[in-house]
């Protein structure tokens, strides 16, 4: 087996490169936060040998968590979980026939034993599942726990600011 990207806490997988729009902004996170990550495209019904090989083998590599994007019948994230002891966090990538709900109902339905953690569709779930990869990581790790917690400081800062903003732009009182 090929050593890729030793060092890799995080592994974002993909069934397709048409998935690579979406999977960017788990990837940016993930960056901000520098923490080591590795890409790749493994698809659970055109490759099932090497997606089976890969989830086995991740551990041993140094992997903590896998993220992975998938659409239509969305078997990568639960191909992988079943694999795997590691946790998994699936992110449904909408489709063009059905709009994303065929992969949000494959991944969120895994049976008893096989758990992935489900994220939202698209953009959304992509940064979700990074920002969760993150906690998951934290817990093991007081530095990056601050950022985390310094992260969500910033959004809540951010959410205060433009409330203020909105409500000296917009908000009106009657004098009657």
């Known amino acids: 087996m090929e050593k890729r990207n030793k060092g890799a806490l995080v592994s974002v997988v993909m069934g397709s490169d048409s998935d690579l729009e979406i999977v960017e902004d788990a990837l940016e996170i993930l960056k901000d936060f520098k923490i080591p990550y590795e890409v790749r495209i493994i698809s659970a019904h ?5 997606a089976i090989e890969f989830a086995k083998r991740a551990k041993e590599r140094g992997v903590k968590v896998i993220i992975a994007a998938a659409g239509g019948a969305a078997h990568l994230p639960g191909v992988i979980a079943a694999n795997t002891e590691l946790p ?5 990538v909408e489709t063009e026939a059905l709009k994303g709900m065929d992969s949000l109902l494959s991944i969120v339905q895994m049976p008893a034993g096989v758990p992935v953690g489900t994220m939202a569709l698209g953009k959304a779930g992509a940064k979700n599942s990074a920002l969760y990869a993150l906690r998951i990581l934290a817990l093991e790790d007081k530095e990056l726990n601050s950022q985390v917690i310094k992260y969500k400081e910033k959004m809540r800062k951010m959410v205060k600011d433009k409330d203020r903003e909105v409500s000296r732009k917009y908000s009106f009182y009657s004098h009657e």
């Open 46 to 50: 055109r490759s099932p040998d090497e």
């Open 88 to 92: 998994v966090i699936g992110i449904p």
